[in-house]
């Protein structure tokens, strides 16, 4: 079996399943199954890799609970899409306080290709001045303006970003991210604080200068922790909230 041999210096001590799990997390960032793709089944993964169907379950199982890997009942394993309702809201922590769905609107104000500042460079893992592109959105629910973000990604992936693109895409931005560039967001970290809101704010989220502000600043990474978006949002939260589940 030619894809039973490991990486060569793999490391030894690793589980089973978890070789398992990098063998088929290598496979998604090389593309060879692409979003809302099928995976082999089971018991084929397992003479591809030469180990017993039970530690590929094991492996896919974890992939699952990751988000990367979508079981459907009858139907098999799918590559996760940013598409999907369960992970499409899976980044978006704001909720009424009345715990209504929120009808929401959202507005590109700008798209612009510039050289990144160094406090955004060094979180990229960029040299400063590198290319990125500064996109600003705005997000209304019910027709009040609550967040507006400052999205920086890497000129390099996004090649080809403009307003009129981001303004034609219907669905969720990170399925418009994975679809159009190829770039999958898996993970992020976020550092959330409380600020006062500066005039340019204000102005957007129709406020006083100086209203209470929550200020999250986000960190989204791809395959191998390879950061590849810095997203710094402004909330306004007279009406929201920032909701969080602890496991």
């Known amino acids: 079996m030619p894809d039973r041999a490991f990486p060569e210096g793999g490391p030894s001590f690793s589980p089973l399943y978890r070789q398992i799990k990098a063998l088929i997390t290598r496979s998604l960032q090389a593309g060879e199954w692409r979003p809302a793709d099928a995976i082999p089944s089971e018991i084929e993964l397992a003479a591809r890799f030469g180990v017993s169907q039970g530690t590929v379950r094991k492996a896919v199982d974890e992939l699952a609970s990751e988000n990367l890997l979508v079981r459907r009942q009858g139907k098999g394993t799918f590559v996760a899409t940013h598409s999907e309702e369960k992970v499409q ?43 990125v592109f500064m996109v600003r959105r705005l997000l209304s629910f019910d027709d009040r303006p609550v967040v507006l973000e400052d999205i920086w990604l890497p000129g390099a992936h996004f090649k080809g970003l403009t307003t009129e693109r981001l303004t034609d895409c219907r669905g969720p931005l990170y399925a418009f991210f994975e679809e159009e560039f190829g770039v999958r967001m898996i993970r992020a970290e976020e550092k959330i604080r409380a600020v006062a809101a500066s005039a340019e704010a204000a102005q957007w989220l129709k406020l006083i200068q100086g209203a209470p ?26 009406f929201h909230h920032y909701r969080n589940t602890l496991n």
């Open 89 to 131: 809201y899976r980044f978006l922590r704001l909720t009424s306080d009345d715990g209504k769905p929120l009808r929401s609107e959202r507005r590109f104000i700008d798209c612009q290709r510039l050289r990144a500042p160094a406090d955004i460079a060094h979180p990229l893992m960029l040299r400063s001045g590198a290319p």
């Open 213 to 238: 502000l929550l200020s999250a600043e986000r960190l989204s990474f791809t395959y191998d922790d390879k950061p590849v978006e810095v997203r710094r949002g402004f909330y306004d939260t007279s």
